[in-house]
């Protein structure tokens, strides 16, 4: 049997660009060699140079460094005729966008598979789309009859040019508030703002990751995530985690995702039954409002109440071995590698 050549891409041009070389790290070790043949493809974090990456190039935290895509790697050359390195041509039957963010989740490498008639992982071009820019997201799921947090969204033009009417939106807004990029992702520029007097201030640092800002209530609840895989058409939502965060963070700022273990799953959450049916139901409704394929994974707020409140869907998620998504997913009997064949299985037999 001929190997099914997998390109995995990673690094890219966001703020992601780290956490993408590790999860695909991840899928390096996990891919069953005697199906697939990976190609590690990165791209760098200034340029966007495509470069060919060895396969045993450090994709961990080492010493609490975090890897990259190294910019002077041999470059590979792309267009929508092929791949090419030296002039050599690298057959490739698949995608792998292991990309996060801008230029990754956002449609623009799903664009250029689908013009280059080339099998990809994961969401097509709208869904990916959409999925980034959270402000058209909440539309989608607030018309699906999802609950969401309440919020306004401008952008940084609407800010320069006229101030006192983005105040006046925001001022009908409860404190504390959420000051965050529409677009971003990591938490970065992410803040949560108790007074109007530090509000600026947050505005502009969230305008430092993406030119479009949203301002949201604070839910307060836990954090309560759910991973959708599809498996040979079908939808299956994973039992639901909470993400139990260390009280020295705020809320689930950056470090507290990645640098100090300051975070633990729980799986399941701790949640009753009901509300955990209600969760996987709500994912996999959010799943497809977008039009999502293969996988995502589906965050919400879960109230002391009892109210559940969606806050976000990544089309890509975090996908090291450690990572939610794969925690999430064993929960329901499905391995690492096993996500991994599945969509690739996926990814194939759609652009058949
Ligand atoms: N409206 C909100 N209410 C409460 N917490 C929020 C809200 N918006 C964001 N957060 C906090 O900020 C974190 C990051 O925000 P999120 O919208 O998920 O962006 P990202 O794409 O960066 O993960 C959330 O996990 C949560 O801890
Ligand atoms: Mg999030």
Redesign the pocket.
């Known amino acids: 049997m001929n190997k099914i050549k997998v390109a995995i891409l990673c690094g890219g041009r966001s703020s992601e660009h780290e956490i993408s070389c590790i999860s695909a790290g991840g899928i390096l070790k996990a891919l069953d060699r005697q199906r697939y043949e990976p190609i590690l493809i990165g791209i760098t974090r200034l340029a966007g140079r495509w470069v060919l990456m060895a396969e045993d190039s450090t994709l961990e935290i080492v010493d609490g460094i975090l890897p990259t895509v190294p910019e002077d790697a041999p470059e590979v050359n792309t267009d929508i005729h092929g791949f090419s390195v030296d002039g050599k041509t690298l057959h490739i039957d698949l995608i792998f966008p292991m990309l996060h963010g801008s230029f990754g989740e956002d449609g623009s490498i799903q664009g250029f598979c689908e013009i280059a008639n080339l099998a990809y992982v994961g969401s097509g071009v709208l869904a990916s789309a959409v999925a980034m820019d959270k402000s058209f997201a909440k539309s989608i799921f607030s018309s699906s009859g999802l609950n969401l947090a309440e919020g306004i969204v401008f952008t940084q033009d609407q800010w320069s040019r006229n101030r006192a009417s983005c105040e006046l939106l925001a001022s009908v807004l409860k404190y504390p508030l959420f000051v965050k990029p529409a677009r971003g ?3 970065r520029g992410t803040s949560k703002v108790h007074t109007a007097d530090v509000l600026q201030a947050a505005i502009e640092e969230a305008f430092r990751f993406d030119s479009k800002v949203m301002i949201e209530e604070a839910v307060s609840g836990r954090e309560i995530e759910c991973a959708v895989l599809e498996v040979e058409g079908n939808i299956i939502a994973s039992l639901p985690g909470e993400i139990v965060i260390d009280s020295k963070h705020e809320f ?1 700022d950056f470090e507290a995702k990645y640098l100090d273990g300051a975070t633990t799953a729980l799986i399941p959450a701790n949640i009753p039954a009901e509300a955990r049916a209600e969760i996987q139901k709500q994912a996999s409704l959010a799943f497809r409002s977008l039009g999502c394929s293969g996988l995502a994974r589906v ?1 919400f707020f879960y109230g002391e109440d009892g109210q559940i409140t969606i ?2 869907l ?1 089309t890509m998620p975090g996908f090291t071995p450690t990572s939610m998504f794969p925690k999430l997913m064993e929960s329901v009997g499905i391995s690492y590698s096993q996500i991994i064949d599945e969509l690739m299985k996926g990814a194939l037999s759609r652009r058949n």
């Open positions: 992702g990591s938490s689930y965050d806050n976000e990544n």
